[in-house]
């Protein structure tokens, strides 16, 4: 297995159809809100080399 290959990001995360539901009756600011306090969560509290880990991995698939 390639270095790349192991420092890859392969992962699932489904959602019930509930949820969805609920989140479409919020506001496009109460998203934007929301959005902004997960990433300022996960930049407080993930470690510094697993940003940096998920960055690298962001840049070589830019699709997803």
């Known amino acids: ?3 790349r290959h ?3 990001l392969h992962f699932a995360f489904r959602i ?3 949820r969805l539901k609920d989140f479409k009756g919020i506001s496009a600011e109460e998203k934007l809100r929301w959005l902004e306090e997960a990433r300022d969560f996960v930049a407080r ?5 697993k940003l940096a880990l998920w960055r690298r991995v962001a ?3 830019p699709g997803g």
Request: hydrophobic content about 25%; aromatic content about 6%.
């Open 1 to 3: 297995m390639t270095q």
């Open 6 to 8: 192991k420092e890859g």
């Open 16 to 18: 019930p159809v509930e």
């Open 45 to 49: 509290f993930v470690p510094p080399e």
């Open 59 to 61: 840049r070589q698939n």
